[in-house]
């Protein structure tokens, strides 16, 4: 921690953070069995307490903790990969590539990340200052990316802009042109309807002075990210959009964040023409922790049936390979990136996974300024100060350490040398909806 | 009344044997939603070629997969037949993609059903010599003009219960339209849309009506089938923007043929499959699979099958809703009613904005119609110009018209660069309609062809006119002549040695009662004084006050005023390139910009040439010259060129941008202290997300007008179009003199103005031809008014109390005080500056002189449930 208390809040905070440090630790080590309460289907326990001991020790569990899948029912928990029997796993020292490409076109920039992840959207305003600082040290630190989310871009982020994504979404807060220019990756976020209220939805309470600094707003007031862009309600002018943004920043590369609609091929295709690097399938079973269940859990189509469509698709157009198709939406594990790549993407974005990481629970009070137990859905000064951006950072790269580690190991037991192999290889995983994860 | 509603039904039920019962489709199978229109109407025939120019500046709304045509009120001469078979035979247009497949197709669907009175094969240029970018080779097209078997219509009638004894003429027509229909289908379905190869279709069939389409671009169609000296009195034209399909076809593209109408479409709409049904249940089942097709299909079931007047087929696609329906007077209120409780399942939900080229053979006549959803989600722009010839327009963009304008006026000097009136439909309203209709009816027979393209009739044009859904007259002001920029005027005036204001008010002084040459005259002495840096400055400044402001004309048309001004100053600017001076240099597309620019006062950019958008376009060659350090640019001739003062950057106060023609859209987006003035009208998405500076339009605004702006100010002389505002934050400050469609300020966050936050002032007035300030009926026509608002302010200049409670969403009236008026009071005094609108007149029309407050009426967002009890501790951080 930092520097000698100042004052007796600076105590308590302090004290705080330690216990809640202890209770990221004393709780994967089973040392008081799993607590009762805690995590959904989804969300198991097991799965949120192995992802806090992978934010610790960059390992993967292994004291008995399920760490590779849920217990829904359905999605990724009862898909499976095929291992191969022992004798035919890669040698345990084999060089295994997990890098891909953001840009596959044979034009402008080319990036390249060395895993296949990076980390989702999440507004200053949603989330507090520092956590955005943390995933921005991060992402820096394995020289891949994170992103601004639509509230804007905080000056602290700016010394990490090779690896900051901006975010242009339909309420546009925060856009400017000098944070279009500043990055790499300039990404659009089309149709958010699993949101409260009418399209996103920040209420009043989270918008604090600052939050309304950065967005230009007045303080205390809630602010409404329509779901549609005003501006956009046909393809060609989604293609102007793109043309728009690259008038500001010619070099950027553009990103196309959709949900699932039934007719997602076609929107994915419409992106292609339009121009863009990278489409962005945000299936349904993501989403911000404010927004209630059932518009979450009942809008759109689940990733892992977009994804194989989407990718079959693109293939049948001929276009696939100048495409880079990036998954998002509820994506847990090491193992749940493997499937989503298994089945045609070519690499994972992750949202919740790194809010686990620093502490969530997925108690999903994440809509009130107050309401965030680990200071991480929040914007409130006090509440913030319960993630120090340098422990964030550590924790966030030590589960993409364990990721890393994980996907090097599944890679090797399905004899691929790198993850571009695995790439829309169905045929490696198995369907047992019948059975439940062991 | 029985016998329509027999014959209707007759003609429905007579379909059932058409196709097998099978389930209407639920998805469309050709994905789409992009696209670019162009429709033109001219009382007399008007060559293909001038379509060129606008389908190419438009080029960026579609991607190169589909492209097409339709003309109306064709010229017999030109497809080998009389002007009698062109009026009443069925022109048969069929496409061939597999050439050998023709003699199946004449012998199963053409020679037994119809007596064929001509074939008309037509031509076109070799593809891959002219036109190597085309993917797919264009079909081949055979024209067969065709009335139907005596014996067919025989049959037809027996089959169907429609009696030989109380035939009529109107009755013949119909079931000979319904067998043309549905032998069409049977082609279709045999050579296109069945399992197999597709090997042929029809593009269409209806009388003195013809589609052409294919994969590519709307402007390739006109080449490769050289309608470039193909004359008729109406056209529309479209790119596509499809996303589906990986082997493109022609029968996807837009136009699709009704009967006798063929339509185009921008947009993209929810209910494909409940319109499908629709149809289905009236026996139609669709072909192509897009929502264009189905489109056309409703709107030939409502005109044709049910005999709608258009009003009510208008009506049904776009229904008149919430307080625009209430304001409809009772009659319609019933009819409309029926209408929509009919036929809403039937009417498209989505963006759209539909062309139609209609030919009506009982009267002879040809439209054009342009009809606009009820949300107004689509950019659409209609014009008009009326001099010797009268000439209509409906598009996607303004600066597609402003291109065919100069086309046609580069060849017939009876034709000006600009519009004598421009406007928007505002869709499902009271108001207009949302529809537009160019009729154009031939009086008497035609007469040659003259060199320019355009026909000249010996005996007088045809008729011309444009109403609205209602039936309400639009006209140009025929009262001012129109008169031609003729560039070889004899004589020249050398202006009086006064400077730029001065000479300003020398002209304004006597314009009044000059003739066209006096003009001219004073007009060329302008530009041939203008070779020192002090008159080329003047020059300037004169023609733009010119353009800018408002005065009476005396008997010249304004338009005309415009392009004789709009040419001078492209004089100027030549001659400005032939000797440059140290106060301006012109920069062209072909300068290599890598190269410093010589320092001078003014940078002119000739926009010609530049690039619309990407690398070489001219709004990066201008941040490239911005970079080297030049802070004065103008603009000279744009022509759709978009994100011109794009890409600048932030901290840009300091440089100004003129910009004259017509620019593309995005103009000023994201300017962060520039001021950038336009001598004309803007087009849709201007200023969007600007933080700082002042824009400044001598004319209109489009769509979605400073969407999330965050500051800086904003003057329009005339109207915004669709959501001006929306989503804005921060404190931009506007004053729009005109109105807006609807929806003005949804989602608008802008604090307080009174403690610095944001405002736009609306005053609903406009210029009459003679420069005199008027009220519009209302300042505000829409409804929607601070929808999801939760900040900003709206003060209306609304002395008679137009607006009402029922048009506020979000908003709520609030009382205006002196803080308000000292508020607006400096902005509305540089409004005056800028655009010659005098405070004093605004606050006293039609009466005494009022105080601000008793004129403005101010709305400002509800007071929100900003925080719930638990959260008063809030309430100690601020």
């Given at each position: 921690?930092?520097?000698?208390?100042?004052?007796?809040?600076?105590?308590?905070?302090?004290?705080?953070?330690?216990?809640?440090?202890?209770?990221?630790?004393?709780?994967?080590?089973?040392?008081?069995?799993?607590?009762?309460?805690?995590?959904?289907?989804?969300?198991?326990?097991?799965?949120?307490?192995s992802?806090?001991?992978q934010a610790?020790?960059g390992?993967p569990?292994?004291?008995?903790l399920?760490y590779?899948?849920?217990?829904s029912?359905?999605?990724?928990?009862?898909?499976?990969?095929?291992?191969?029997p022992?004798?035919?796993?890669?040698a345990?020292?084999?060089?295994?590539?997990?890098?891909?490409?953001?840009?596959?076109?044979?034009?402008?920039?080319?990036?390249?990340?060395?895993?296949?992840f990076?980390?989702?959207?999440?507004?200053?305003?949603?989330?507090?200052?520092?956590?955005?600082?943390?995933?921005?040290?991060?992402?820096r630190?394995?020289?891949?990316?994170?992103?601004?989310?639509?509230?804007?871009?905080p000056?602290?982020?700016?010394?990490?802009?090779?690896?900051?994504?901006?975010?242009?979404?339909?309420?546009?807060?925060?856009?400017?042109?000098?944070?279009?220019?500043?990055?790499?990756?300039?990404?659009?976020?089309?149709?958010?309807g699993?949101?409260?209220g009418?399209?996103?939805?920040?209420?009043?309470?989270?918008?604090?002075?600052t939050?309304?600094?950065?967005?230009?707003?007045?303080p205390?007031?809630?602010?409404?990210?329509?779901?549609?862009?005003?501006?956009?309600?046909?393809?060609?002018?989604?293609?102007?959009?793109i043309d728009?943004v690259?008038?500001?920043?010619?070099?950027?590369?553009?990103?196309?964040?959709?949900?699932?609609?039934?007719?997602?091929?076609?929107?994915?295709?419409?992106?292609?023409?339009?121009?863009?690097?990278?489409?962005?399938?945000?299936?349904?079973y993501?989403?911000?922790g404010?927004?209630?269940?059932?518009?979450?859990?009942?809008?759109?189509?689940?990733?892992?049936?977009?994804?194989?469509?989407?990718?079959?698709?693109?293939?049948?157009?001929?276009?696939?390979?100048?495409?880079?198709?990036?998954?998002?939406?509820?994506?847990?594990?090491?193992?749940?990136i493997?499937k989503?790549?298994?089945?045609?993407?070519?690499?994972?974005i992750?949202?919740?996974?790194?809010?686990?990481?620093?502490g969530?629970?997925?108690?999903?009070n994440?809509?009130r300024g107050?309401?965030?137990?680990?200071?991480?859905t929040t914007?409130?000064?006090e509440?913030?100060?319960?993630?120090?951006?340098?422990?964030?950072?550590?924790?966030?790269?030590?589960?993409?350490?364990?990721?890393?580690?994980?996907l090097?190991t599944?890679?090797r037991?399905?004899?691929?040398q790198?993850i571009?192999d695995?790439r829309?290889?169905?045929?490696?995983?198995?369907?047992?909806?019948?059975?439940?994860?062991s | 009344?029985?016998?329509?509603?027999?014959?209707?039904?007759?003609?429905?039920?007579?379909?059932?044997?058409?196709?097998?019962?099978?389930?209407p489709p639920?998805?469309?199978?050709?994905?789409?939603?992009?696209?670019?229109v162009?429709?033109?109407?001219?009382?007399?025939k008007i060559?293909?070629?001038?379509l060129?120019q606008?389908?190419?500046?438009?080029r960026?709304?579609?991607?190169?997969?589909?492209?097409?045509?339709?003309a109306?009120?064709?010229?017999?001469?030109?497809?080998?037949?009389?002007?009698?078979?062109?009026?009443?035979?069925?022109?048969?247009?069929?496409?061939?993609?597999?050439?050998?497949?023709?003699?199946?197709?004449?012998?199963?669907?053409?020679?037994?059903?119809?007596?064929?009175?001509?074939?008309?094969?037509?031509?076109?240029?070799?593809?891959?010599?002219?036109?190597?970018?085309?993917e797919?080779?264009?079909?081949?097209?055979v024209?067969?003009?065709?009335?139907?078997?005596?014996?067919?219509?025989?049959?037809?009638?027996?089959?169907?219960?429609?009696?030989?004894?109380?035939?009529?003429?109107?009755?013949?027509?119909?079931?000979?339209?319904e067998i043309?229909?549905?032998?069409?289908?049977?082609?279709?379905?045999?050579?296109?849309a069945?399992?197999?190869?597709?090997r042929a279709?029809?593009?269409?069939?209806?009388?003195?009506?013809l589609?052409?389409?294919?994969?590519?671009?709307?402007?390739?169609?006109?080449?490769?089938?050289?309608?470039?000296?193909?004359?008729?009195?109406?056209?529309?034209?479209?790119?596509?923007?499809?996303?589906k399909?990986?082997v493109?076809?022609?029968?996807?593209?837009?136009?699709?043929?009704?009967?006798?109408?063929?339509?185009?479409?921008?947009?993209?709409f929810?209910?494909?499959?409940?319109?499908?049904?629709?149809?289905?249940?009236?026996?139609?089942?669709?072909?192509?699979?897009?929502?264009?097709?189905?489109?056309?299909?409703?709107f030939?079931?409502?005109?044709?099958?049910?005999g709608?007047?258009?009003?009510?087929?208008?009506?049904?696609?776009?229904p008149?809703?919430?307080?625009?329906?209430t304001?409809l007077?009772?009659?319609?209120q019933?009819?409309?009613?029926?209408?929509?409780?009919?036929?809403?399942?039937?009417?498209?939900?989505?963006?759209?904005?539909?062309?139609?080229?209609?030919?009506?053979?009982?009267e002879?006549?040809?439209?054009?119609?342009?009809i606009?959803?009820?949300?107004?989600?689509?950019?659409?722009?209609?014009?008009?110009q009326q001099?010797?010839?009268?000439?209509?327009?409906?598009?996607?963009?303004?600066?597609?018209?402003?291109?065919?304008?100069?086309s046609?006026?580069?060849?017939?000097?009876?034709?000006?660069?600009?519009?004598?009136?421009?406007?928007?439909?505002?869709?499902?309203?009271?108001?207009?309609?949302?529809?537009f209709?160019?009729?154009v009816?031939?009086?008497?027979?035609?007469?040659?062809d003259?060199?320019?393209?355009v026909?000249?009739?010996?005996?007088?044009?045809?008729?011309?006119?444009?109403?609205?859904?209602?039936?309400?007259?639009?006209?140009?002001?025929?009262?001012?002549m129109?008169?031609?920029?003729?560039?070889?005027?004899?004589?020249v005036?050398?202006?009086?040695?006064?400077?730029?204001?001065?000479?300003?008010?020398?002209?304004?002084?006597?314009?009044?009662?000059?003739?066209?040459?006096?003009?001219?005259?004073?007009?060329?002495?302008?530009?041939?004084?203008?070779?020192?840096?002090?008159?080329?400055?003047?020059?300037?400044?004169?023609?733009?006050?010119?353009?800018?402001?408002?005065?009476p004309?005396g008997?010249?048309?304004?338009?005309?005023?415009?392009?004789?001004?709009d040419?001078?100053?492209?004089?100027?600017?030549?001659?400005?390139?032939?000797?440059?001076?140290?106060?301006?240099?012109?920069?062209?597309?072909?300068?290599?910009?890598?190269?410093?620019?010589?320092?001078?006062?003014?940078?002119?950019l000739?926009?010609?040439?530049?690039a619309?958008?990407?690398?070489?376009?001219?709004?990066?060659?201008?941040?490239?010259?911005?970079?080297?350090?030049?802070?004065?640019?103008?603009i000279?001739?744009?022509?759709?060129?978009?994100?011109?003062?794009?890409?600048?950057?932030?901290?840009?106060?300091?440089l100004r941008?003129?910009?004259?023609?017509?620019?593309?859209?995005?103009?000023?987006?994201?300017?962060?202290?520039?001021?950038?003035?336009?001598?004309?009208?803007?087009?849709?998405?201007v200023?969007?997300?600007?933080?700082?500076?002042?824009?400044?339009?001598?004319?209109?605004?489009?769509?979605?007008?400073?969407?999330?702006?965050?500051?800086?100010e904003?003057f329009?002389?005339?109207?915004?179009?669709?959501?001006?505002?929306?989503?804005?934050?921060?404190h931009?400050?506007?004053?729009?003199?005109?109105?807006?469609?609807?929806?003005?300020?949804?989602?608008?966050?802008?604090?307080?103005?009174?403690?610095?936050?944001?405002?736009?002032?609306?005053?609903g007035?406009?210029?009459?031809?003679?420069?005199?300030?008027?009220?519009?009926?209302?300042?505000?026509?829409?409804?929607?008014l601070?929808?999801l608002?939760?900040?900003?302010?709206?003060?209306?200049?609304?002395?008679?109390?137009k607006?009402?409670?029922?048009?506020?969403?979000?908003?709520?009236?609030?009382?205006?005080q002196?803080?308000?008026?000292?508020?607006?009071?400096?902005?509305?005094?540089?409004?005056?500056?800028?655009?010659?609108?005098?405070?004093?007149?605004?606050l006293?029309?039609?009466?005494?002189?009022?105080?601000?407050e008793q004129?403005?009426?101010?709305?400002?967002?509800h007071?929100?449930?900003?925080?719930?009890?638990?959260?008063?501790w809030?309430?100690?951080?601020?």
């Amino acid at each position: 921690m930092s520097a000698k208390p100042e004052s007796i809040e600076q105590i308590i905070a302090q004290k705080h953070i330690e216990c809640l440090h202890r209770g990221f630790h004393v709780w994967p080590a089973l040392e008081y069995g799993k607590p009762p309460a805690m995590g959904d289907s989804r969300w198991t326990a097991d799965l949120i307490l192995s992802t806090w001991m992978q934010a610790e020790t960059g390992q993967p569990p292994s004291n008995g903790l399920e760490y590779r899948t849920g217990q829904s029912g359905g999605g990724f928990d009862v898909l499976h990969l095929k291992f191969l029997p022992p004798e035919h796993w890669l040698a345990d020292d084999a060089a295994i590539d997990l890098s891909i490409p953001l840009n596959r076109r044979d034009y402008d920039r080319q990036i390249r990340i060395p895993v296949p992840f990076y980390g989702a959207g999440m507004s200053y305003g949603s989330i507090s200052e520092n956590v955005m600082l943390a995933r921005a040290m991060a992402a820096r630190k394995w020289d891949t990316f994170t992103c601004t989310g639509e509230g804007g871009y905080p000056e602290s982020l700016v010394s990490y802009k090779d690896h900051v994504i901006t975010q242009i979404a339909t309420g546009m807060f925060g856009v400017r042109e000098e944070t279009i220019q500043c990055a790499p990756i300039i990404e659009f976020k089309y149709a958010q309807g699993a949101k409260p209220g009418l399209g996103g939805h920040l209420l009043g309470d989270k918008a604090t002075t600052t939050v309304a600094q950065m967005r230009e707003s007045v303080p205390w007031v809630s602010l409404f990210s329509p779901f549609p862009f005003h501006s956009v309600y046909s393809v060609e002018d989604h293609k102007k959009h793109i043309d728009w943004v690259k008038t500001i920043n010619p070099a950027a590369l553009v990103s196309v964040k959709v949900s699932t609609p039934t007719d997602i091929d076609m929107v994915t295709v419409g992106s292609y023409y339009a121009g863009a690097h990278i489409v962005q399938i945000d299936g349904s079973y993501g989403g911000t922790g404010a927004a209630p269940e059932i518009a979450k859990k009942n809008i759109a189509m689940p990733t892992e049936l977009a994804i194989p469509r989407v990718h079959r698709y693109l293939v049948a157009e001929g276009i696939r390979d100048e495409l880079v198709v990036m998954a998002s939406g509820g994506l847990r594990t090491a193992h749940d990136i493997a499937k989503v790549i298994a089945l045609g993407a070519d690499g994972a974005i992750l949202g919740t996974a790194e809010l686990v990481a620093l502490g969530c629970t997925r108690c999903s009070n994440c809509e009130r300024g107050r309401g965030c137990p680990f200071g991480l859905t929040t914007t409130d000064p006090e509440l913030q100060r319960l993630v120090e951006p340098e422990w964030g950072a550590a924790r966030l790269s030590n589960l993409y350490q364990s990721f890393q580690s994980e996907l090097r190991t599944i890679l090797r037991q399905l004899g691929l040398q790198n993850i571009r192999d695995l790439r829309g290889r169905k045929d490696l995983l198995l369907y047992r909806g019948d059975v439940k994860a062991s | 009344m029985s016998n329509e509603v027999e014959l209707s039904e007759k003609l429905i039920r007579s379909r059932q044997r058409l196709s097998p019962a099978v389930s209407p489709p639920l998805r469309k199978e050709e994905g789409e939603g992009g696209c670019g229109v162009i429709g033109i109407a001219c009382n007399e025939k008007i060559a293909g070629r001038h379509l060129l120019q606008s389908l190419a500046q438009m080029r960026n709304r579609g991607n190169g997969k589909g492209g097409g045509i339709a003309a109306v009120g064709l010229a017999a001469g030109e497809l080998g037949v009389t002007q009698n078979i062109l009026e009443n035979d069925y022109l048969l247009s069929v496409a061939y993609l597999d050439p050998g497949a023709r003699t199946e197709v004449e012998r199963t669907s053409i020679v037994p059903t119809f007596e064929i009175d001509s074939v008309f094969q037509v031509p076109h240029v070799d593809a891959e010599q002219s036109l190597p970018t085309l993917e797919v080779c264009p079909p081949e097209v055979v024209l067969y003009f065709v009335r139907v078997k005596a014996n067919a219509i025989g049959k037809f009638q027996e089959e169907n219960g429609l009696g030989l004894s109380t035939c009529s003429e109107a009755l013949l027509s119909h079931i000979e339209d319904e067998i043309i229909y549905q032998n069409s289908y049977r082609l279709n379905r045999a050579f296109y849309a069945s399992e197999g190869e597709k090997r042929a279709f029809v593009l269409s069939h209806g009388k003195n009506l013809l589609v052409l389409k294919m994969v590519g671009y709307g402007d390739d169609v006109v080449r490769y089938y050289q309608l470039e000296n193909f004359h008729a009195h109406v056209w529309i034209g479209h790119h596509r923007y499809p996303t589906k399909g990986r082997v493109w076809h022609p029968g996807g593209a837009h136009p699709f043929a009704g009967l006798h109408e063929a339509l185009v479409h921008n947009g993209d709409f929810a209910n494909y499959a409940s319109i499908c049904e629709h149809l289905a249940q009236r026996n139609i089942q669709p072909l192509f699979l897009t929502d264009t097709e189905v489109s056309v299909l409703v709107f030939d079931l409502l005109h044709r099958t049910y005999g709608y007047p258009l009003e009510y087929v208008f009506e049904a696609l776009a229904p008149t809703t919430e307080r625009d329906f209430t304001l409809l007077p009772e009659e319609k209120q019933r009819i409309y009613r029926q209408l929509q409780t009919t036929h809403i399942h039937g009417s498209p939900d989505g963006p759209w904005f539909f062309l139609v080229a209609h030919s009506d053979p009982v009267e002879r006549a040809y439209r054009l119609i342009g009809i606009t959803d009820t949300s107004m989600l689509r950019p659409q722009v209609f014009a008009l110009q009326q001099g010797d010839v009268s000439i209509g327009f409906a598009a996607s963009e303004k600066q597609a018209i402003d291109a065919a304008l100069e086309s046609l006026s580069r060849e017939d000097a009876r034709f000006w660069s600009r519009a004598d009136l421009y406007w928007n439909a505002r869709g499902g309203s009271h108001t207009d309609g949302g529809a537009f209709v160019f009729r154009v009816h031939p009086g008497s027979p035609q007469a040659k062809d003259g060199p320019s393209g355009v026909e000249h009739a010996c005996n007088g044009s045809a008729e011309f006119a444009c109403t609205d859904k209602f039936g309400r007259s639009i006209q140009a002001n025929q009262t001012k002549m129109p008169f031609h920029n003729n560039p070889s005027a004899n004589t020249v005036a050398s202006p009086p040695d006064v400077p730029a204001q001065e000479l300003f008010t020398w002209v304004k002084d006597r314009v009044r009662s000059w003739s066209p040459d006096s003009l001219l005259e004073f007009l060329r002495g302008l530009e041939r004084s203008a070779s020192s840096n002090e008159n080329r400055k003047r020059a300037f400044e004169v023609l733009t006050l010119l353009m800018d402001r408002r005065y009476p004309t005396g008997r010249l048309r304004r338009s005309c005023l415009l392009s004789a001004f709009d040419q001078s100053l492209v004089n100027v600017v030549a001659s400005i390139r032939r000797s440059p001076s140290k106060a301006f240099a012109v920069v062209t597309a072909d300068d290599d910009l890598s190269r410093a620019i010589a320092d001078c006062e003014t940078l002119v950019l000739d926009a010609i040439g530049f690039a619309p958008e990407g690398e070489c376009s001219l709004a990066r060659a201008i941040v490239r010259l911005y970079q080297q350090g030049h802070r004065r640019f103008a603009i000279a001739r744009a022509k759709g060129q978009r994100f011109i003062a794009n890409g600048l950057g932030p901290d840009t106060s300091g440089l100004r941008i003129d910009v004259y023609g017509s620019p593309g859209d995005y103009l000023a987006s994201g300017i962060d202290g520039a001021e950038v003035v336009v001598h004309g009208s803007g087009q849709d998405q201007v200023a969007q997300i600007m933080k700082d500076g002042r824009l400044c339009i001598y004319g209109d605004v489009g769509q979605t007008f400073l969407y999330a702006a965050k500051g800086g100010e904003a003057f329009v002389l005339g109207n915004a179009a669709g959501r001006p505002l929306i989503n804005a934050v921060g404190h931009p400050r506007v004053v729009i003199n005109g109105t807006c469609l609807d929806y003005l300020a949804e989602s608008c966050m802008a604090g307080d103005p009174l403690h610095g936050g944001g405002f736009v002032v609306v005053n609903g007035v406009s210029f009459d031809d003679d420069g005199r300030l008027f009220e519009l009926d209302t300042p505000y026509p829409g409804c929607n008014l601070f929808s999801l608002s939760s900040g900003g302010a709206i003060y209306l200049r609304d002395p008679h109390g137009k607006v009402s409670e029922d048009q506020l969403n979000g908003g709520q009236f609030a009382p205006m005080q002196a803080a308000d008026w000292a508020l607006i009071r400096p902005y509305l005094e540089e409004n005056e500056r800028l655009f010659g609108i005098p405070l004093q007149q605004l606050l006293q029309i039609n009466g005494p002189a009022l105080s601000g407050e008793q004129i403005y009426r101010k709305v400002q967002p509800h007071a929100l449930q900003a925080l719930q009890a638990e959260e008063a501790w809030v309430k100690m951080q601020s």
